[in-house]
């Protein structure tokens, strides 16, 4: 059954000191929801507070994005912490962006893990049960935003927090549907007429495409398109173009 609205959400706030990630300005006119990294694999107190204060003043819904300690690799390296441990790193950044969200005069809507961590939480359990304790023990009143059929949507559900599926519009699907890894070729879309048509088609289906085009049956409440890639700004305005040309509203995760 075709949705009638879906939340549009980017990973952005990745500035860092001197070294700028993305164009937020033109992605904050575009998405409903903001991703905001909280400086463990970009972003710093700067950036993040004048992040939030643009979302604000744009009417966009924000959450924390946190993620591994790792400003060199992007957060995109697995790093060895145990799931305690990832708790405590998690609990802390959550905590870092409702200060700055609260000093910018904006609230955290939900919760996305970022990079590698997030990926993890798709095949790891005991990650997934990490992030979750560390959203019950600092709000446990607030959604996650979960890799849709990840064991952290599975888990986020089961321990009673509310949960958002989320799907990607410019990353490739596995036949099991998990996301392509980036080392693989073909795991990041960079053509945005065609990501923007199969965002789409999976909403409207209610389901995942695969790389052979198979559509596995799942939730979605929201739909990514990525900050930091050279394509981002016109994969996200096709893709909004794209669900406004098919009756479906865009609405944030409020």
């Known amino acids: 059954m075709t949705a009638k609205t879906i939340d549009l959400n980017a990973d952005l706030g990745e500035s860092f000191g001197h070294y700028t990630m993305g164009n937020d300005s033109a992605m904050l006119d575009i998405v409903t929801s903001a991703n905001v990294a909280c400086g463990f694999h970009g972003g710093d107190p700067e950036v993040m507070a004048e992040t939030f204060r643009i979302a604000r003043e744009k009417g966009v819904s924000v959450g924390s994005h946190p993620g591994f300690p790792d400003l060199w690799g992007f957060g995109r390296r697995v790093m060895p912490f145990t799931p305690a441990q990832i708790e405590r790193i998690v609990a802390y950044q959550m905590g870092a962006a409702q200060a700055l969200a609260t000093y910018s005069g904006h609230r955290m809507t939900y ?68 996301l392509v890894s980036r080392k693989e070729p073909g795991a990041v879309l960079h053509d945005a007429d065609f990501a923007a048509a199969r965002a789409v088609r999976m909403v409207q289906a209610g389901a995942i495409e695969t790389i052979s085009g198979k559509m596995l049956p799942t939730r979605i409440d929201t739909i990514c398109v990525h900050g930091d890639n050279a394509e981002s700004v016109d994969v996200a305005r096709k893709v909004r173009a794209g669900f406004e040309a098919a009756g479906i509203t865009l609405r944030a995760l409020t």
């Open 111 to 178: 919760m996305k893990t970022h990079g590698a961590l997030g990926n993890l939480t798709e095949r790891d359990p005991a990650v997934a049960e990490a992030i979750v304790n560390a959203v019950k023990a600092v709000d446990p009143n607030l959604p996650i935003m979960a890799i849709a059929l990840s064991h952290l949507d599975r888990i986020g559900r089961e321990r009673g927090l509310t949960v958002f599926s989320e799907i990607f519009a410019d990353r490739a699907y596995t036949e099991d549907g998990h």
